[in-house]
C-alpha cells in the first residue's frame, strides 16, 4: 500500500508560481510512474503531468511550457514547479501512483489561482 501526501499548495496572484511535492511511502517509488492530476467541481479530473518511472515526461497541452515535473528518487518525492499560474488552474490537484495493477491517491492540495 502507497500512502501519497501532497504540499505546497496556496493561493497565488495570477502570473506568479507554485511548486507543489508529494511524499511516497509504503513502496518501492522508483518502480511507479507518478503523475498529478487536477479537478476543479463538477468536472472530471484530468491529467496534468506525468514522469515515468524511467523518467519520461508527459504534459497536458494547457500547461506545456508553464510546468515541470520531476522526481527524486532517493528522496521518495514528485514535484511540479508551475509558473505563469493562470486563474484558469485554479483546482485541488492531486498527486498519483501507477504501477502494475494498482493506482493510489493522494488527498490533494487547493491551489486558488486569482487575477
Known amino acids: 500500500q502507497v500512502q501519497l501526501v501532497e504540499s505546497g499548495g496556496g493561493l497565488v496572484q495570477a502570473g506568479g508560481s507554485l511548486r507543489l511535492s508529494c511524499a511516497a511511502s509504503?513502496?518501492?517509488?522508483?518502480?511507479?510512474?507518478m503523475g498529478w492530476y487536477r479537478q476543479v467541481p463538477g468536472k472530471q479530473r484530468e491529467l496534468v503531468a506525468v514522469?515515468?518511472?524511467?523518467?519520461?515526461?508527459m504534459y497536458a497541452d494547457f500547461v506545456k511550457g508553464r510546468f515541470t515535473i520531476s522526481r527524486d528518487n532517493a528522496k521518495n518525492t514528485v514535484s511540479l514547479q508551475m509558473n505563469s499560474l493562470k486563474p484558469e488552474d485554479t483546482a485541488v490537484y492531486y498527486c498519483?501512483?501507477?504501477?502494475?495493477?494498482?493506482?493510489?491517491w493522494g488527498q490533494g492540495t487547493q491551489v486558488t489561482v486569482s487575477s
Open positions: 498519483n501512483a501507477e504501477g502494475h495493477f494498482t493506482n493510489y
Open positions: 509504503g513502496g518501492i517509488f522508483s518502480m511507479y510512474d
Open positions: 514522469i515515468s518511472s524511467g523518467g519520461r515526461k
